[in-house]
């Protein structure tokens, strides 16, 4: 397997200005303030507050404890239903908190939990739900949001890839009783590691608060067995210096994407669907063959012209070899993880770059 050396990468950070970025650095430097609660990890978590309308914010040192941290502050012990087909971080973040992971198989347009698997397997042993906005594509956020008022439990929101994605002129990260982002590198925007929990419930705001810095009420006072989910002043400064591109990004992504879907041949390619009321992030370009073996030979033929591409996501969680009860009923997410490919997407990616790209997809499929 070559690494790191293709023409074209499946992805690429975006980099920020550098001066602007040393301009915060040096701030820090004159506080000599690097971590704990500084001023520009307070001044990121107001504006992504103001940015997704959402009150409380908090910024977490990576994406996968933002989702520890949301199953811990709800107290959950049990079991969880959640989906099979997003990154193994979903899955593991349930095991590692001591939660069974239940699975409940996907829509298979815009592989978001199917509601109606989700109801069959709600049992009195059903605890919470965890679902993710896969490729920011909005879960059936309303009809979820249903099921677990009838059933009275909480709903968490992988939103790893939805930052910047609205549903019905809201942030898809306001749905849900918690949802949590990614802000590694590889998302869209970043803060080189790092994520946040957003809630508008200041309760679970304060729990989570407390949780994330070793329990503290105060200097010599704990209130419950906290861990260290702090992120730094450097990481701050990297999501400051990116912010002001965010929108730019993602009006770049949102070009990308859409000449993609122009030039690419409609025979033997599925694309996910984006439900109507979306206002789309345009986080991956991903493409759906027609079998394995279709995307095998097209995925070594890309690598072999110097094209990364990257099995996103494969394969599905309820096939993880770790599992202790392996559950054989999620069809449509074994299927599509099998098919599923993401070709290079990120902004410094060129319209000729992608008309090479398909010109061999054109090719090859
Ligand atoms: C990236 C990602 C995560 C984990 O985020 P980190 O910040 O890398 O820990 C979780 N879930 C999904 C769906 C992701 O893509």
New binding site residues.
């Given amino acids: 397997m070559s690494f790191g050396h293709f023409k074209i990468p499946v992805n690429k950070p975006f980099l920020p200005n550098q001066e602007v970025f040393q301009n915060y650095l040096h701030s820090a430097w004159e506080r000599n303030w690097l971590t704990n609660h500084g001023p520009l990890v307070k001044e990121l978590e107001k504006k992504i507050s103001d940015f997704v309308q959402i009150p409380y914010v908090l910024f977490v040192n990576?994406?996968?404890?933002?989702?520890q941290l949301a199953i811990k502050a709800l107290g959950i012990q049990g079991e969880i239903i959640t989906t099979p087909f997003?990154?193994v971080?979903?899955t593991n973040?349930i095991l590692w908190q001591g939660c069974t992971p239940i699975f409940a198989d996907i829509h298979p347009k815009t592989l978001g939990i199917d509601p109606s698997k989700l109801e069959e397997k709600i049992t009195s042993n059903t605890k919470a739900i965890l679902a993710?906005h896969?490729f920011g594509i909005p879960n059936d956020v309303e009809i979820l949001q249903k099921i677990a008022e009838n059933y009275t439990i909480p709903v968490i929101y992988?939103g790893?890839?939805s930052f910047g994605c609205e549903f019905k002129g809201k942030s898809l990260l306001s749905y849900g009783d918690i949802s949590?982002v990614?802000?590694?590198s590889?998302?869209l925007f970043h803060t080189v590691?790092?994520?946040a929990v957003f809630t508008s419930n200041e309760f679970l705001y304060q729990k989570m608060k407390q949780l994330m810095n070793f329990g503290h009420t105060d200097l010599n006072e704990f209130e419950s067995p906290g861990v260290n989910g702090k992120n730094s002043e450097f990481h701050a400064a990297m999501g400051l210096a990116n912010f002001d591109s965010i929108s730019q990004i993602i009006e770049k992504r949102k070009q990308l994407f859409n000449y993609y879907k122009q030039i690419l041949p409609e025979m033997n390619l599925e694309f996910p669907e984006i439900p109507n009321h979306t206002q789309y992030n345009f986080p991956y370009f991903p493409i759906i063959l027609n079998n394995e073996t279709a995307l095998l030979y097209l995925k070594e033929k890309l690598e072999t012209n110097g094209i990364e591409s990257r099995r996103?996501?494969y394969p599905s969680l309820s096939k993880l070899n770790y599992l202790e009860n392996k559950q054989q009923d999620t069809p449509i997410s074994d299927s599509i993880s099998e098919r599923i490919l993401c070709l290079p997407l990120y902004y410094d990616l060129t319209f000729a770059e992608i008309d090479s790209i398909c010109e061999l997809i054109e090719f090859y499929l």
């Fill in positions: 990576n994406g996968t404890f933002a989702i997003s990154y971080a979903t973040s993710t896969v992988d790893a890839h949590t990614s802000f590694h590889t998302k590691e790092g994520g996103y996501f």
